[in-house]
């Protein structure tokens, strides 16, 4: 079973250790690292986190589907989404490359 994921207050308090500050200096660290992220993301269509990837804000076209209830086709619109591509170093780091 695999391990639960840190949350937010968990990646805080080991900043606050890991750099010596308080909880909730290292709490508003985390907490404007996002605000930056989401703010350059909708300004600029892409924020880079150095080693990780980079969130990158896409258009899909608008395009037909089928409703799968009643397979009548249906008109599926427009719309910009949010994707986050993971650099290859981290890729790397976390699933090894087959040789």
């Not at 600029?44 to 209830?69: D, E, M």
Request: aromatic share 6%.
């Amino acid at each position: 079973m695999p391990a639960k994921a840190m949350t937010k207050s968990q990646l805080a308090a080991h900043f606050a250790t890991k750099f010596g500050l308080s909880k909730k200096t290292a709490g508003d660290v985390v907490a404007e690292f996002a605000t930056v992220a989401l703010a350059q993301t909708k300004k600029t269509g892409q924020f880079t986190i150095p080693g990780i990837g980079k969130l990158v804000k896409a258009h899909r076209k608008a395009r037909k589907g089928r409703n799968p209830a009643t397979g009548a086709e249906i008109k599926i619109p427009a719309r910009t989404v949010v994707k986050f591509r993971v650099a290859k170093a981290c890729k790397d780091a976390i699933v090894p490359p087959k040789k």
